[in-house]
């Protein structure tokens, strides 16, 4: 082994600052945004809370006492509302379900399960299937368990008369035992049905998710055309020219906003001729997004640009960057896996806004009204970011002249 190459090669890794932070900073941070996203760092063993839309048609005694002990689950947070209400609130995604106390639910002592349904949004399985676990262990066993000792008790005093209080104690205590394993069922309806017609939740994950992600990479690389030409001189040449820097830079930002259109057209087609995504459901609202996304990621693109002092320090920066927006955003992990303050962390992703808005269109199938904010975020976003790097960039630039 030659020590002078050794150390050599040592001391040219670490002059390379982008190559250093892919090494070992970004690694870091993505096995930190895992570990949250994953509740690897809940040391404590406590889950996080889901809230349960509740509507108690039967307002009894009986169905009060119900809502006040969900309430009082460490792991709950009740909101009553009107079914009509709770039903729209699931369906456009606010909240994971809703449990519907239907009338008669009291008085039916032997047979309660029956009037209870529970309205669910499958794109939220992590908190579905929580309140599902928690209706298996604290509710349903209760109701079991009244509707058994009612019927006993009828039984005992039919044919036991005499029969002591200790004596019945002691035989529910053991059937109660044995009913905690088989408490009956809620009737579960999810508020929107899996359909060919409609495609599955996995395959708008995994367009959505993709094709943003792969579109920030794609848009980053374009703008660092302007970084070349800086750096070969052409930049320079082309100022001499009577084109102004701002014409340049809108240039650039307009070629970026035709390219990631097209990018994102062509892998919706993709996903519709292979998958059977229907990507001609609702057109008109799909244009909108795919243009808002576009927009928004093209005005990206530029901002790394006007950030970015060299290629390879906007090679570095992006990565991080586009890398991290991706994680939190839900392009590498569904935001419904995810612990509540990191999905409210993903508001400020470009990801987030663009993977709500394909859910919108194609799971939920919302009208053009209620996807506007995601259209309004998206656009305010390039807007904003693409007028601040127009004004770095411009001054940049403007050094040449």
Do not use: C
């Not at 209760?142 to 008790?153: A, F, G, H, L």
């Not at 001189?233 to 906003?257: A, C, D, F």
Request: net charge positive.
């Amino acid at each position: 082994m030659n020590l002078t190459i050794l150390k050599k090669d040592l001391k040219l890794f670490f002059i390379d600052k982008r190559g250093v932070l892919l090494a070992f900073l970004l690694p870091i941070i993505l096995i930190t945004l895992f570990t949250l996203a994953f509740g690897g760092w809940n040391t404590s063993g406590s889950v996080q809370k889901v809230v349960l839309l509740v509507n108690d048609a039967d307002s009894t005694k009986t169905s009060i006492a119900l809502v006040e002990k969900l309430t009082a689950h460490k792991n709950l947070i009740v909101k009553e509302e009107s079914d009509s209400v709770a039903t729209s609130l699931v369906k456009k995604g606010t909240y994971s379900g809703v449990l519907l106390i239907k009338k008669g639910f009291e008085n039916d002592s032997t047979n309660r399960v029956q009037h209870l349904e529970y309205k669910f949004d499958a794109a939220k399985s992590i908190q579905v299937g929580m309140v599902h676990s928690i209706f298996n262990q604290v509710v349903l066993a209760d109701i079991r368990m009244d509707e058994v000792q009612s019927q006993m008790n009828s039984y005992f005093d039919n044919n036991f008369p005499t029969m002591g209080a200790s004596n019945r104690a002691k035989i529910m205590s053991d059937m109660q035992q044995g009913l905690s394993q088989d408490s009956g069922s809620i009737k579960a309806t999810p508020v929107i049905k899996e359909e060919k017609k409609k495609g599955n939740l996995a395959l708008i994950q995994a367009v959505a998710g993709t094709s943003i992600m792969m579109l920030l990479f794609s848009i980053v690389a374009i703008g660092a055309g302007l970084l070349e030409e800086k750096e070969a001189g052409t930049l320079k040449r082309l100022l001499t020219s009577p084109v102004k820097p701002r014409e340049i830079i809108l240039s650039k930002m307009g070629s970026g906003l035709i390219i990631s259109i097209v990018q994102l057209l062509i892998l919706l087609l993709f996903a519709w001729a292979v998958f059977g995504l229907p990507i001609f459901k609702d057109p008109i609202s799909l244009l909108l997004l795919v243009f808002s996304i576009a927009f928004a990621i093209s005005s990206f693109g530029i901002f790394m640009v006007a950030i970015a002092k060299s290629r390879q320090q906007l090679q570095g920066l992006s990565t991080i960057v586009i890398l991290l927006m991706s994680a939190i955003g839900g392009s590498m992990i569904p935001l419904f896996t995810m612990p509540a303050f990191m999905q409210k962390m993903a508001v400020i992703s470009v990801n987030y806004w663009g993977i709500q808005g394909f859910f919108d269109i194609f799971w939920r199938e919302l009208p053009l009204i209620e996807i506007l904010p995601e259209i309004g975020v998206l656009l305010l976003f390039g807007i904003v970011i693409g007028f601040v790097s127009l004004r770095v960039l411009n001054k940049s630039i403007g050094k040449f002249v």
